[in-house]
């Protein structure tokens, strides 16, 4: 059997994609990141791929009449690896519904909050200024809305006395790490299913 193809999609430091990258180099991954996808070639994510020899479809959106012609362009680079999964790492760009629709149950994100709350920008911010006592970190299938497809895996995160956004951000992304690393190797495994908005992993 072929192994499980992934393709990566960041825009900045690819802190994300390095613990991806680490995983799939100790056997924890159980895929092949085969592609990373980004719109800003002097990310340090770019050189990261470069590091691991991660192929790279590296792109200037502005350099593309519409978003459809540049993600065509991706759909091509997708197809051409047999990508079966799309995981967005810091990815700042927004997918056009028909990217999303076309590869509907197969695009993943990660956002740190327990979702549905703090959706959006700074959920980090959002959770310090609102004064909850926990937060986290969701994985979710990517659908049309901001931050609303269902939920595949979440770990919570304790907000302590006098953390800054900053302390807390550094305690989220280690979880985010981690928790990233495992739910895509439930997808390599052929673990999760999805019916409407539940998710299942088998045992």
Same mark, same amino acid.
């Given at each position: 059997?072929?192994?499980?193809?992934?393709?990566?999609?960041?825009?900045?430091?690819?802190?994300?994609?390095?613990?991806?990258?680490?995983?799939?180099?100790?056997?924890?991954?159980?895929?092949?990141?085969?592609?990373?996808?980004?719109?800003?070639?002097?990310?340090?994510?770019?050189?990261?791929?470069?590091?691991?020899?991660?192929?790279?479809?590296?792109?200037?959106?502005?350099?593309?009449?519409?978003?459809?012609?540049?993600?065509?362009?991706?759909? /091509?680079?997708?197809?051409?690896? +047999?990508?079966?999964?799309? *995981? #967005? %790492?810091?990815?700042?760009?927004?997918?056009?519904?028909?990217?999303?629709?076309?590869?509907?149950?197969?695009?993943?994100?990660?956002?740190?909050?327990?979702?549905?709350?703090?959706?959006?920008?700074?959920?980090?911010?959002?959770?310090?200024?609102?004064?909850?006592?926990?937060?986290?970190?969701?994985?979710?299938?990517?659908?049309?809305?901001?931050?609303?497809?269902?939920?595949?895996?979440?770990? /919570?995160?304790?907000?302590?006395? +006098?953390?800054?956004?900053? *302390? #807390? %951000?550094?305690?989220?992304?280690?979880?985010?790490?981690?928790?990233?690393?495992?739910?895509?190797?439930?997808?390599?495994?052929?673990?999760?299913?999805?019916?409407?908005?539940?998710?299942?992993?088998?045992?």
């Amino acid at each position: 059997m072929s192994p499980f193809r992934i393709a990566v999609f960041a825009s900045g430091k690819g802190s994300n994609f390095q613990a991806l990258v680490d995983a799939q180099l100790s056997g924890a991954l159980g895929g092949d990141i085969c592609l990373l996808v980004c719109d800003k070639p002097q990310a340090p994510v770019v050189e990261l791929a470069a590091a691991a020899n991660v192929d790279t479809f590296v792109f200037e959106p502005k350099e593309y009449a519409s978003k459809e012609e540049y993600e065509r362009n991706i759909a /091509a680079e997708l197809q051409q690896r +047999g990508v079966e999964l799309i *995981v #967005l %790492a810091g990815y700042m760009r927004l997918l056009s519904p028909s990217f999303v629709e076309f590869y509907s149950g197969r695009i993943i994100n990660i956002h740190p909050s327990l979702l549905p709350a703090f959706p959006g920008k700074d959920a980090i911010g959002q959770a310090l200024a609102y004064g909850v006592k926990m937060t986290g970190v969701t994985v979710h299938f990517v659908d049309g809305g901001m931050d609303t497809g269902p939920v595949i895996a979440q770990k /919570a995160v304790e907000i302590k006395k +006098g953390d800054t956004a900053e *302390v #807390l %951000a550094e305690r989220i992304h280690h979880v985010e790490q981690k928790l990233y690393s495992e739910v895509v190797s439930w997808f390599a495994q052929r673990r999760i299913s999805l019916n409407g908005r539940n998710v299942t992993i088998a045992e």
